[in-house]
């Protein structure tokens, strides 16, 4: 090795720790390690949490809600609301004009799906690993 210099006042400590041979391991270093090497896991259970069935159980009386809806709006209702679709339609236009916007609309929110996935996904999950 070279010369030391002092221009760093841990140049010194750096050395002796590099120079200083490593204490052998003790006797029942690797038993233990080569054990829990061994050791088998057990299987990883299937477990749905509290989160799981509340989700679930929320998805599925919205979607029931809107079939009662669906299902209980009154004829001079819909009749009512196919003459506002019809003002509309005059209105803004031919419906294909729409179509750009709510392509728009669906690629910005599987954008921002994907991006929330990816930001908020467990760190062992990311990228398969």
Not at 50 to 78: E, K
């Amino acid at each position: 090795m070279s010369q030391l210099t002092e221009a760093n006042p841990y140049d010194s400590v750096e050395h002796a720790l590099r120079t200083y041979p490593p204490a052998p391991a003790p006797p029942t270093l690797a038993p233990g390690v080569l054990a829990r090497i061994r050791a088998e896991r057990p299987a990883a259970r299937f477990s749905i949490g509290w989160l799981d069935i509340t989700m679930s159980v929320f998805g599925a009386a919205m979607v029931f809600v809107c079939g009662l809806l669906w299902v209980s709006i009154p004829a001079q209702w819909s009749a009512q609301a196919a003459l506002e679709v019809l003002w509309l339609r005059q209105w803004i236009g031919p419906i294909a004009t729409l179509w750009p916007i709510l392509a728009g609309a669906l690629a910005l929110a599987a954008t921002s799906l994907l991006l929330a996935v990816a930001l908020f996904a467990p760190v062992g999950q990311r990228h398969g690993r």
